[in-house]
């Protein structure tokens, strides 16, 4: 039965669709949550869901990446884990069927461009920050359900938007601040929305609006009045108002529950300022917000009255500036103001925390990082560690900016590389940028990353892990596709158990099958991102419960043994005989760098020594 398993999984590995089999189970499995599936008779396992064949599901260069199931009487509960297995969707559609309950968890759907779920029954409300996670969407069709609650606020952060279909829902409350200059199609019409409409939305048509009783202001006829305008309004909803009176009651009668229950905690908690960041929603206007108290009620601390008091902190001095601690000045100076008033985007969530990005005033791009689950140090190890990091030149290395440091807080800032991660270049928008991923450029990547490896095993000699997190997602690309190794050193500060779950590293049989981390694991890790990069394939060993992607380790070693070892190449790179040998030789150096005992594998210098070698 496993040989049997395996040798499908085999064969869909060379389908010429580069399909991986667990794309083929997550359909299937996506069809079976299906009720009245039986318009995709056409998805059957033994065919390629990129054959043509398959109702609905659209295809790039042998990548799924649209499902358009749209008017086929389809209901149930649909299967999100499944879809989450397709990596290269971009757009859904769900347009005209019977689907029920709360909206999907299509969020967890990070680079999703289109979701149109127009004409069926979905209902309640969308949770707050629902947007936040996938602010690449341009095209956002709701309308015709029956969804209810306020239009969240994490809609604002949707700064791709190009399509805002509402219409014909029960959203009530306010609309959000919506300011998006790509947006052209905008429909709220029909629902129970009140409150004045947002100055940046009164250039769209009146009839964008028609149909909320509540809304006023342009380009409606009706003008604001402060009773329109206030919370409580108008007389057409009265019954929701005393729900709303309710509500506001019993929540203050919580609030000071809370407040007289938790006084002393509260008390003890300094720098209120950042905690907003501590909400997964990070929107514009809330880091604007958060800036206020820190300067009001001195919640920002000044660094070097802190300096030697990493037990309790105190909460005095308060210039903000000081709080962000500069380690590189390459890019200029900035401090913790110029960020919180920067224009942020959340970016996803790493395995140490969540990163964003920011625009500050100057035009300086950055990244900031929060790692919350980085807290093995005090305050004089973490900053000895952090200026040890700003030291760090070299041509495949991103050195970090600056740092801020709290108790409950810890926040790494670096340049914003606008190319982006090998990880998104190699697998994200496929067939877009991928001509220029020849083999001469791939060959300069992994070299690149060979030598940052290198450095950073020559500067860190006595850590068990120099870098410990090398993945793709981990690897910038500047324009020129010369990498740049980031998400580096971080096991020293990191207690066991998370690193364990949050570094790379640590999903290498060192740790796995023998319990230990060494300068080898970076090995392997490097083993990897070679396979990864020859292959062109996202390995399955990225994710945490090894779905998705493929077993690149298996699939490569599995060549190897039956003599076939050229056809697991990247078919973008495969060209004239003599390319190919030296490709082959490049996969045999990441073999070795997999193999599984660490006492056997090569170590991190002998490998680079050989990676030099490789010509185009
Ligand atoms: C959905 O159904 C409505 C009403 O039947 C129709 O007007 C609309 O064109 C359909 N939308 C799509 C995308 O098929
Ligand atoms: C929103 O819809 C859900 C599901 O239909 C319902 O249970 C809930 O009471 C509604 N909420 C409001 C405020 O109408
Ligand atoms: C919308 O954003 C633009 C720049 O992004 C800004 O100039 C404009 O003032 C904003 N409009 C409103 C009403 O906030
Ligand atoms: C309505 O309320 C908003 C915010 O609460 C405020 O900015 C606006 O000036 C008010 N407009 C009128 C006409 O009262």
């Keep these: ?9 085999f064969i869909f590995c060379f389908l010429p669709l580069s399909l991986s089999v667990s794309e083929i189970e997550a359909l299937l499995k996506l069809k079976q949550s299906f009720t009245h599936g039986d318009a995709l008779r056409s998805w059957v396992p033994n065919s390629s869901p990129c054959s043509g064949k398959w109702e609905g599901v659209i295809c790039f260069d042998g990548i799924i990446t649209g499902l358009h199931l749209t008017g086929l009487g389809l209901g149930g509960n649909i299967d999100v884990d499944a879809v989450v297995e397709l990596h290269g969707l971009r757009t859904i559609s769900f347009v005209n069927n019977s689907f029920s309950g709360p909206i999907p968890d299509f969020h967890r759907l990070g680079a999703l461009k289109s979701l149109l779920l127009t004409g069926n029954q979905f209902s309640g409300n969308i949770p707050k920050d629902y947007f936040s996670h996938i602010t690449s969407l341009k095209k956002v069709w709701l309308s015709y359900n029956r969804l209810n609650g306020t239009i969240p606020d994490s809609v604002t952060e949707l700064s791709h938007l190009i399509e805002l279909h509402l219409e014909k829902n029960e959203f009530t409350g306010r609309i959000p601040p919506i300011n998006i200059s790509s947006l052209k199609q905008l429909d709220m019409s029909n629902n129970m929305l ?96 958060m800036r206020m108290p820190s300067s009001n009620r001195s919640g920002a601390r000044d660094y070097s009255s802190r300096k030697g008091d ?13 709080d962000l601690i500069m380690l590189n000045v390459d890019n200029g100076t900035f401090g913790l103001p110029d960020l919180m008033k920067a224009s942020a985007e959340v970016l996803g969530n790493g395995g140490l925390g ?88 791939r060959l300069k990547i992994i070299q690149g990353i060979a030598r940052g490896m290198g450095f ?18 981990n690897v910038f690309l500047r324009d020129d596709y010369e990498p740049l190794l980031n998400d580096y050193g971080f096991n020293s500060l990191t207690a066991t158990p998370i690193a364990a779950q949050a570094l790379f590293a640590y999903k290498s049989p060192d740790y796995i099958q023998f319990q230990r981390v060494s300068t080898k694991s970076d090995v392997y890790c490097l083993g990897i991102i070679i396979l990864e990069i ?60 997999i193999e599984t005992n660490p006492k056997q594998r090569i170590d991190m210098g002998e490998a680079i020594r050989r990676i030099e070698e490789i010509q185009t």
């Design 1 to 9: 039965m496993a040989a049997v398993r395996f040798l499908l999984f």
């Design 456 to 473: 950073l095993h020559t500067v860190f000699p006595s850590y068990d892990l120099p870098h410990g997190n090398l993945k793709s997602s």
């Design 194 to 289: 009140e409150g004045e409409i947002p100055k940046s939305l009164s250039i769209f048509a009146a009839d964008t609006f028609a149909g909320n009783e509540g809304l006023c202001g342009k380009p409606l006829d009706k003008v604001c009045t402060e009773k329109e305008n206030g919370t409580l309004t108008t007389n057409e909803n009265k019954h929701s108002n005393t729900t709303m009176l309710v509500l506001l009651f019993l929540g203050t009668i919580v609030f000071l529950f809370i407040f007289f229950a938790f006084g002393t905690y509260a008390k003890d908690r300094k720098g209120k300022d950042f905690d907003v960041l501590g909400s997964e929603v990070t929107s514009n206007a809330e880091m604007v917000e």
């Design 354 to 441: 969540s990163a964003y990005k920011a625009v500050m005033a100057n035009g300086l791009s950055v990244v900031v990082k929060r790692m919350r689950e980085v807290n093995m140090l005090q305050r004089e190890g973490f900053d000895a560690e952090m200026k040890r990091f700003g030291r760090l030149r070299h041509q495949n290395i991103l050195t970090p900016l600056a740092y801020h440091f709290r108790r409950e807080e810890k926040l790494l800032v670096s340049e914003f590389i606008p190319k982006g991660s090998l990880l998104y270049i190699l697998h994200g928008d496929r067939g877009t940028s991928h001509a220029d991923l020849n083999w001469p450029t």
């Design 534 to 593: 020859l292959t062109g394939k996202f390995p399955s060993h990225y994710v945490s419960n090894g779905k998705g992607g493929a077993d690149v380790v298996q699939w490569v070693l599995m060549a190897m043994s039956e003599k076939r070892v050229h056809e697991v190449l990247d078919p973008e790179i495969v060209s004239n005989t003599s390319s190919v040998n030296h490709m082959v030789q490049l996969l045999n150096i990441g073999v070795t760098c």
């Design 310 to 322: 990493t037990k309790k902190g105190s909460s005095h001095g308060n210039n903000g500036m000081t």
